[in-house]
Nanobody, 122 residues
């Protein structure tokens, strides 16, 4: 029912910034909570951030708190992840996800994008 396409990944130096975007198909984007997850080589996919339907509540993993900001523009059917003060350990494939309720559990999300690579060099 929903297709998600991430963009905005790339190569940046430590301390730099990137803004990831995730565009969703359909006419009912506003009913979905949205999340960002990431997966580094050899590691499990992990929760990064989530935002509820209205954008009034956000959630972050501890290691990105204060550096990353999740936001959404329901008129554009798009969710964003602003990533500041990037560190090499942030290097991963970043995925967006959608569901009717926000969750920090990876397998709790119904729809997933294909991912976008973020590489932070030192």
């Amino acid at each position: 029912q929903v297709q998600l396409v991430e963009s905005g990944g790339g190569l940046v130096q430590a301390g730099g910034s990137l803004r990831l975007s995730c565009a969703a198909s359909g006419r009912t984007f506003s009913i979905y909570a949205m999340g960002w997850f990431r997966q580094a080589p050899g590691k499990e996919r992990e929760f990064v951030a989530a935002i509820n339907r209205s954008g009034g509540s956000t959630y972050y993993r501890d290691s990105v708190q204060g550096r990353f900001t999740i936001s959404r523009d329901n008129a554009k059917n798009t969710v964003y992840l602003q990533m500041n003060s990037l560190k090499p350990e942030d290097t991963a494939v970043y995925y967006c996800a959608a569901d009717h309720s926000p969750s920090t559990v990876t397998n709790g999300w119904k729809y997933w994008g294909q991912g976008t690579q973020v590489t932070v060099s030192s």
